[in-house]
């Protein structure tokens, strides 16, 4: 993982603590079809590594990325997210937009 990523890292999970994030519809019913909680995905974030990021197609990212992290979920399955750091209503947070059991291939 580069410095910048670990940077980056180190803000997502500050936001995660500090429960400053929120799902999107898409990711809610990534969790509710593979019977996850918001627990496995704070406890993938926090536990995981940013394994990629890209272009926040939307433009709404504060540093203008998304990242996907790849950790373990609560249960201790691999479990992938994607999200980003966005401006909210009153402060930023971290907005997940994918969130999944990570396939083993």
Known sequence: MTRRAAC???RIRRLIR??????TGHALGDLADNLFERRDV???ILG???TKSEP???GVATDGLK???VGPS???LPFVTTGK???GFDDIEYLVITACERSEQ
Not at 18 to 23: D, I
Request: proline share 0%.
């Open 48 to 50: 995981g590594a940013i």
């Open 56 to 58: 926040d197609e939307l």
């Open 74 to 76: 609560s249960a201790n």
């Open 85 to 87: 750091i966005v401006q």
């Open 42 to 44: 704070e406890s993938s």
């Open 67 to 69: 990242h996907t992290i």
């Open 8 to 10: 980056v890292l180190t």
């Open 18 to 23: 500090t429960k400053r994030w929120k799902l």
